[in-house]
């Protein structure tokens, strides 16, 4: 008789990966640093994975009831069902290393004319990548839209276009969500862009 030993059987089970693109700053299209600058730049990674955002209260970038409940309604609909955790910041810090993350603005000081609104770091974290904050700054009338705000703070979160991504898609390919230029008519964040951020952060 002969003997046999048996050999547990073990399968490698993978994470499911549904992508379709990597557009997820740094990518092999960008450089891997972020910029200080109200420039077209690719966007950088938030910090970490609390998010706390703050929407101007006052001044001229202040942001009307509407547009307040605008933002709202798309980071509760598109980012919160993500692995970030936003979160509202009623006593905004706008120095030294625990910045708001995100401040978010109604106005066209510093927009081309061409741009309904724009995403920029304004102060690098010590991880070259990620940015301690950023400003989302989107035209009044009309225009600060549940679209524009879910396109917006994807660039927030480091999300780029198709065009910056790997491999590359144009920028009005339908699988980037909210995220496809111009951004008027794409309310979803999409898997995609899901699946980024969740791999991300």
């Not at 547990?8 to 499911?16: M, Q, S």
């Not at 198709?162 to 496809?180: A, E, H, I, Q």
Request: net charge negative.
């Amino acid at each position: 008789m002969v003997a046999m030993a048996l050999v547990p059987l073990t399968v490698a089970v993978g994470v499911a990966w549904a992508a379709v693109t990597d557009n997820m700053f740094p990518t092999e299209s960008t450089g891997s640093s972020c910029v200080v600058s109200t420039g077209s730049h690719p966007p950088c990674q938030t910090d970490n994975r609390e998010v706390y955002f703050y929407m101007d209260s006052s001044g001229e970038y202040k942001l009307e009831s509407e547009d307040r409940s605008t933002v709202n309604a798309a980071i509760d609909g598109e980012y919160r069902p993500t692995d970030l955790a936003f979160h509202y910041d009623s006593s905004p810090v706008f120095e030294g290393s625990a910045e708001t993350d995100i401040i978010y603005q109604e106005g066209s000081t510093g927009l081309p004319d061409s741009a309904a609104g724009r995403t920029w770091c304004n102060g690098v974290s010590s991880t070259h990548y990620k940015c301690d904050q950023q400003y989302i700054r989107i035209r009044g009338n009309g225009r600060y839209t549940y679209a524009r705000v879910c396109h917006e703070t994807g660039h927030a979160v480091g999300l780029q276009h198709g065009d910056y991504s790997t491999p590359m898609l144009s920028k009005t390919d339908s699988r980037l969500g909210c995220l496809v230029t111009p951004s008027t008519d794409h309310n979803d964040l999409g898997s995609n862009n899901r699946e980024n951020i969740n791999g991300t952060y």
